[in-house]
């Protein structure tokens, strides 16, 4: 699978890496999976919103369905909240911030 995927991939990481990454993958498996949405659907009209006949998005002259983020501040918070748990201080009043940075 590597072989037939990995030259569709184009990264930063180093291939030693990437090789030591998929040598622990059995290990990973063992994870429980967690899925989220981003933005989260709970902030449909706060944090975002979908183009429409209002607020037209047009890609390549054809009008497309997109998502626009009303709110990137609150959009980070979600991200950051999701990757990193409990380690994300919350500021109500500035942006967030991961602890141990």
């Given at each position: 699978?590597?072989?037939?995927?990995?030259?569709?991939?184009?990264?930063?990481?180093?291939?030693?890496?990437?090789?030591?990454?998929?040598?622990?993958?059995?290990?990973?498996?063992?994870?429980?999976?967690?899925?989220?949405?981003?933005?989260?659907?709970?902030?449909?009209?706060?944090?975002?919103?979908?183009?429409?006949?209002?607020?037209p998005v047009y890609i390549d002259g054809v009008f497309s369905s997109v998502i626009l983020i009303n709110d990137w501040n609150d959009f980070r918070q979600q991200i950051a909240e999701f990757l990193y748990e409990e380690q994300v201080v919350r500021h109500d009043t500035a942006e967030s911030t991961v602890s141990g940075e």
């Open positions: 699978m590597i072989y037939e995927i990995g030259p569709l991939i184009t990264t930063n990481i180093k291939t030693s890496e990437i090789t030591s990454l998929a040598g622990d993958m059995p290990s990973y498996l063992k994870y429980p999976i967690v899925s989220e949405a981003a933005p989260r659907v709970s902030g449909i009209g706060s944090v975002f919103s979908f183009s429409d006949e209002y607020r």
